[in-house]
Structure formats: C-alpha cells, structure tokens
C-alpha cells in the first residue's frame, strides 16, 4: 500500500478519474473525488519515509502540496528562498492567490449549500448553521463596506469580537481586500486593545456592541470606546449588533449590519504574492511590549490547511469543532484558516466549558454528532475536577481524534480525556506549536496507522519539521535521552515573517540565540525512544490557561502602582490553569496604605492594563528582592523558594544575600495555600 497523506485534490485538471467514487470536490479541479487517494505520494511506503523525504526533498514535497492544495492566480516559480541565519524567509515566490478565494469562493462554487461553521452560540442548544455560500456573501459585503470606508491593500484593521460568524467573514473580508487584520482577544483590556491597535497604526475597528460569554454581559463597544479615544490612526469604528443593546454613537461609529445590507453581495479579491503579508496577531515575549507577529499569504495557508488535514484526519462529511478563541492562533488556524481552506465544516464556539454546566462540551459533541474535537489542556483539567458523571451523560461515539494544545497535558488529565471522553478509541494527539510557528510542528499524528501514541508528550515532527536541541553553550546535542532548548532546524512554509516593525526583535528572539536555528522560547526532552516532550518555557514568559504573559508585562502594570517602588513577578503550578501569578512587591518607603487595598489596588490595575488571566494568584509585600549587584532580579531564587526548596545555589553574586531567608519567611507565614 502506497502511504497516502489525504489531502483532497486529484492530478487530472481536466476529468478526475476519481469523480465517480464518492460526492466529494477536488480542491484544484472541482471534480469530485475520494479523499484518502487524492493525494499520493506513491514511492513511500511509511510514515518515516515519507517524513525523511520531507526533510531531504523540502522543495519537492512543498511544492506539490502548494500544487495540489491551493488555488493559484499565478502559479508559484520559486518554491522556497530562505535562510535560516538572517531570518528570511520567502515561500512560493511568483506566485498569486488570494486568501479568501482559497477559503471561501471555490467551496462557494462546487458546494454551495455544504456547512462551512456551525456558530455554538453562547446561549447552550442555539447553534446557527452558515453555509459556504452565506459565508461568501457575507464575506463580500464586508469587504465592499470596508473598501467604501477607504480601507485599502496594506492597511490593518483590528478585530475585537466574540467568536460569531461575523467575526469569521470580518477576517476574510480583510484578507479579501488585502488589509492586514489584528484579532485581538475580546477578553483584553482597554489598554491592551488600545496598545495594540496603536503599535498597529490600524485604521479600522471591527467591534460586536456586546459580548456574552457564560451567560455573563462584556462591554466591547465600552472597551472599543475608550481604547479608540488613546489611537488617532482609527478612522472608523464598523460595530455589529449581537445584542442589540442601546449604546452612545460615537462620531466613528458605522453600523456595519445596516452597511452590509446596503452593500454588494460580489466584491472583487484582491490579488497577493505569496509573500503580502495576511495577518499579525499580538503574543508575549520577554519584554513589556506584545510583539505583532506577521504571518504570509501562501505559506501560512499552506501549512495550516497541510496539518488541519492530516493531523486531524478529517473527511469530507465530518464535523470538526475547535474550541478555541478566535483571538489566540489556535482559532486563526485551527477554527478558521485551516478547516475552511480544507473546505471543512468547522464550529465555532462563543461559550465557555462550563456554561450551563460542565456538561456543555460534551452534550455539544453529541447534539452536534462532532468527529474532532480540539481543546486546551486547562478546560480538560477543570472538567475532569467537575467529575466523570457529566460526559457519562453523553453519547460521545461521533468522537474520532482528541486534540489538545496550549500546555503540557498531564498523565492524569490525558488518561481522562482518553478514556472517559474518548472512550480509548480515538486518536489524541497532544500538539505543539506557537503563534510563531503559524501551525502544529510536533503531534503524535500523523503516523503509521495505529502507532502507538504516549500519554504527555507531543512526540513526532511534523513533515517539513526536523526539531533540534541544544545546550546552553549553543552545542547541538545529537542522539537521545537529551534536555536542552528546543529548535527547529529548517525553514518550513508557515513560520512568521517578522515582528511588525521590528525586525531586529525578531532577529534576537527567534534566530540569534541559536545562530542557525529557530528557537521556540521552550525546553524539550528528546527521550530515549525519540520522541520529543515539551518542557516548558525558558525565557521570562508564563503560560497561564495557555495563554502567554511575559513577567515584565505584569511587572509594568503593577509598578504603575503609587505605592509600589518595584516587583518582580513567577509563574508557579496551579492544578487547573497549569501556571499561575505569584508577584513580589516592594513597597516605597513613605507609604502608609493598608497593605490589603494595595494588593486590591494592584490586581485591578493588572486587569485594566492587561486583562482578567492576569491577575496575580497570590501577592506577597517584601522589604526588597533578590538581586545581582548589578540589579539584575533572580527570578530562579524566588522560583525555588516557592517551590519550598532550601538550597539556592550560589547566592554570594547577590548584592544581599541575607535577603532570601526573609524572603523565604515571610512566604512561609503568608498563610496561603498555593497549590
Ligand atoms: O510553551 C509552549 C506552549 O505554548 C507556547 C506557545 O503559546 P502561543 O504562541 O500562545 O500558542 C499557543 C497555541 C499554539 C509554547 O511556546 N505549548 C503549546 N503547545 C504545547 C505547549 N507546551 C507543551 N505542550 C504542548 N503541546
């Protein structure tokens, strides 16, 4: 048996030879064919022989799937420029296509009425079917109010909404017209969104007046109000009903449900080299300020169509639900770019895991008979807290493959979702990747068919990827049983172009570290099998319900304090959100507050500048902290001290050694229970 990667096109443009085995449209062609044999490679026998021909025959195995996958405007001449030390990278070069036309108008063309989203509504049973005809009309009519309001090729336009179909066609209808969109969580603050949108020069907003989330009410247009207030780039504010509820008109405001119905139901894609730009999305790093991470047109889309598929092994008629939010690079490529490129039908869900009850997942999977169904380790852990009866009320059979991504998924919560939601007989896959990445780099599948998959680990490479460890002194570590920093050695087609205006950052965090190689910010184990488990983060960023914060961004919105002279801020366990906030304050001298409304102060401060998940899990006020003599603050002591350690290693670099038994002390008598 030839190994088949299922990808659905056929090689014959002009009659597909597999037209007439089952209803199902050739992705080039638009004829019909059978998924599992639209693809071939026909020399390679395993997996491991088709993954060392990934790696061997880069050009030739990205090329094909760009060939075969995509729809070309003009085809590609190049397939790859690309180097590793300087940081460029160019993907398909000549070529033209348009983001969109891929997503939504050749599905809209052979298969008009097939679901492209079923929108989960926050409001538990109220799902809303949109087909790929309905996306592309409402896709269309954005885009042409856009266009009317002046927003053009290059500009970026931020979105701040719920997860909703108008969200979806808002994305599309920016990459129609060739702006850039900036998702930005519609959990951030004020002045998150108002960083963000400032960093951006956006010059559009993209709102919903409310959003529900739980049953509970949030303010968007509020936030969208006053964050707009701080940024002159806005020219417009385009805001969609969800609630309707009454709220001052602001002098940027447009109705963009009233606008959309005025406007055109056709509008005209845009065309874009492989290399335009087609979105940014902001993450933490290590300093204070979220990077805007670029993403391309043709690779990203590539590679996030390439995994959807394969990792996942989705059919032509199978429900596919990511729940994730549209505002992480999760919902980027795995609820939108990916499944709708695939011509998948995709859910998008708006609630959260446990409104009504910690059942909603699970009576969701069945009243929506779902096939594939990808989470986060967090919501796993939290309903495996919330007890076996609830997916036990559920006929969860639809379920095929089980993903999880954010965090290290631990034992027991993978033996949960293994046996208690996937019933043992599905596939779970534990992948890895980061909005860096654009897709899944390391996932137990795609694999021989039944290799065995290990609890905790993400284990095997992706096709293209060809992962690398090092040490500190930059050695490469060869063989297995290794620890160091994970890389990757090779250019694949969907990694980040750039750090929206500032390519220098993006030099020094991703490819100067490790000259040579990208390097992930995480540690990883490479075990004796050879498979690769994800350590964790090795920079100053925490993974709080696997969403990244750097300790400098907490650390700058609690030093806006009055009363704070400085803090320093760690990631420590916490049994459901895998990392929580543990902030050290020092006080000024003169100060007189109460220590119980500075703490308050703080954590409201922390959830105004950043968002909610920020705030801190425990505060504790210290005289001072551990610092070199050069100021330099060793987070690793109070990382250690936390975790109840009494050795600290070599503390005589330290402009006050005796600091850290206070320390230690007084965390001792804060009378909290952390874990
Ligand atoms: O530390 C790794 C962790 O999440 C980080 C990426 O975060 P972000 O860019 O927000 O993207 C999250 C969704 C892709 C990584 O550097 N991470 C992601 N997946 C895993 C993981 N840690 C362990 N195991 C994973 N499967």
Redesign the pocket.
Known sequence: MAYHLAARFCKNTVSCKFAKAINFSCLRCNVSTVVSSSFEFPNFKTHNELHEFSINKTDEFWASLAHSRLKWLKSFHTTQQCNMDEGKFAWFFGGQLNIADNCVDRHALVKPDKVALIWEKDEPGNQQLVTYRELQEMTCRIANVLKAHGVQKGDRVAIYMPNSPIAVASMLACVRIGAMHTVVFAGFSTEALAARIQDASCTAVITSDQALRGGKIIELKRTVDAAVAKCPSVKHVFVSQRTGADLPNMPLDLPLDKLMAQACQHSAIEIMESEDPSFMLY??GSTGKPKG?QHSTAGYLLYASVTHQSVFNVGPDDVYACV?DIG???GH?YVVYGPLANGATTVLFESVPTYPDPGRYWEMVERLQINQFYTA?TAIRLLLKAGDAWPQKYNLSSLKVLG??????NHEAWHWYNELIGQSKCDLV????????GG?C?TPRPSEAGAEIIAG??MRPFFGIEPAILDSSQKLLEGNDVIGSLCIKKPWPGIARTIYGDHERYLDTYFRPFPGYYF???GAHRHSNGYY?????TDD?I?VS???LGTAEVEDAINEHAAVAESAVIGIPHPIKGEGIYAFLVLKDDVVLDQVCIVSEVNSLVSTAIAKFAVPDHILIVPALPKTRSGKIMRRILRKLVAGETEFGDVSTLADPSIVQVIARLHLDSNRNLM
Do not use: F, K, Y
């Open positions: 993450t933490s991470i994730a992480w690079i999760t490529s380790p999880c991504v954010g965090e290290p998924l534990d992948t890895w990747w980061q909005t860096e990445t899944i390391i680990m993400p992930s910010g995480d488990q994800v350590t964790g983060r960023v993974n696997g969403h990244r």
